[in-house]
């Protein structure tokens, strides 16, 4: 496994088990989960949500727009964005 990758899944980690220290908004959510599914799956596939679906569909699009993202700049962005959000939380 690669240094880039096993950082990433060490991120993910804290991201899931910290409930109490980690508070993200709405918007960061998606910018995380974006990220996460371009690190682990790539370019954005399967129909896009309907009209009534506005979490399914706010989901999709941000993952729509890292189309064309490597796998290893979605790891290093989600992996940078949460060094970042630590070091504000002190």
């Known amino acids: 496994m690669s240094d880039l990758k096993a ?7 804290y ?5 109490g220290d980690f508070k993200p908004s709405n918007e960061l959510k998606l910018e995380l989960y ?17 009209m009534l679906d506005v979490v399914g569909r706010a989901k999709y699009g941000a993952w729509e727009k ?11 962005k989600y992996i940078d964005r949460i060094e970042a959000l630590k ?4």
């Open 7 to 13: 950082k990433f899944e060490e991120t993910v980690n």
């Open 66 to 76: 890292l189309k064309g993202t490597s796998s290893d700049a979605a790891m290093q």
């Open 15 to 19: 991201v899931q088990t910290s409930e």
């Open 87 to 90: 070091n504000e939380q002190g």
């Open 34 to 50: 974006a990220l996460f599914k371009q690190a682990s799956e790539g370019d954005v596939s399967g129909k896009k949500p309907g």
